[in-house]
């Protein structure tokens, strides 16, 4: 069984920073590629920030990008997403999941933790 646990959320104010962090147990960690989404309320869920499981590439969605920063530590099977300059926009739960590579050769976002709510007052 994997089991994804996000913390760092908050209460911040507009401009400023939060680490978020997610803590992956099971299989083996650095076979996954990781990856940030967010749902602000009454919104769809939406993709934020990947990292492939070789540390190889990052990917970001626009609204994020020269903002945010998702990085990985295998040695402590460990996600992060560094969010800089934050505004109230980004108000929302943040959720960190895994995907996988199947035998077809697709891979998906399989993996979910439970949440970690981040407010950005302005």
């Known amino acids: 069984q994997v089991q994804l646990v996000e913390s760092g959320g908050g209460l911040v104010q507009a401009g400023g920073s939060l680490r978020l962090s997610c803590a992956v147990s099971?299989?083996?960690?650095?076979?996954?590629?990781m990856g940030w989404f967010r749902q602000a309320p009454g919104k769809e869920r939406e993709f934020v920030a990947g990292?492939?499981?070789?540390?190889?590439?990052?990917n970001y969605a626009d609204f994020v990008k020269g903002r945010f920063t998702i990085s990985r530590d295998n040695a402590k099977n460990t996600v992060y997403l560094q969010m800089n300059s934050l505004k109230p926009e980004d108000t929302a739960v943040y959720y960190c999941?895994?995907?996988?590579?199947?035998?077809?050769?697709?891979?998906?976002?399989?993996?979910w933790g439970q949440g970690t709510q981040v407010t950005v007052s302005s």
């Open positions: 999941a895994a995907r996988v590579l199947f035998a077809s050769g697709n891979s998906y976002y399989t993996y």
């Open positions: 990292h492939s499981w070789n540390g190889g590439s990052t």
């Open positions: 099971g299989r083996t960690f650095s076979s996954y590629g």
